[in-house]
């Protein structure tokens, strides 16, 4: 059975700095890209970052290149979000997911999922 249990978030402050967590477990974690979603109140759930299988190569939402990061380890099977210089409409709740041989920015095309974590940013 697959699993990915998200940790970190919270809350933060404009400006600051807060980091995501994704590990994975059930799965061939090597075989997968990985991505971060977030879906604010009342939105839909939009693409945020997401890295290949072989960390060499990520793709970012326009609206947070040069301020987000993200990155793996794969002897940790675990995905990371850095998130820095946050604004309040960063408020959301993240999702990480696990993309089987792609790191698309489409949720639909995921195959798993974390269970989500609440960030708000406030002034």
């Known amino acids: 059975q697959v699993h990915q249990v998200q940790s970190g978030g919270g809350l933060g402050q404009a400006g600051g700095a807060l980091r995501l967590s994704c590990a994975a477990s059930?799965?061939?974690?090597?075989?997968?890209?990985g991505g971060w979603f977030r879906q604010g109140p009342g939105k839909e759930r939009e693409f945020v970052a997401s890295?290949?299988?072989?960390?060499?190569?990520?793709y970012y939402a326009d609206s947070v290149e040069g301020r987000f990061a993200i990155s793996r380890d794969n002897t940790k099977n675990t995905v990371y979000l850095q998130m820095n210089s946050l604004k309040p409409e960063n408020t959301a709740v993240y999702y990480c997911?696990?993309?089987?041989?792609?790191?698309?920015?489409?949720?639909?095309?995921?195959?798993?999922w974390g269970q989500g974590t609440q960030v708000t940013v406030s002034l």
């Open positions: 059930g799965l061939t974690f090597s075989s997968y890209g």
């Open positions: 890295i290949c299988e072989t960390r060499d190569r990520t």
């Open positions: 997911a696990a993309d089987l041989w792609y790191y698309r920015n489409n949720p639909a095309t995921y195959d798993y």
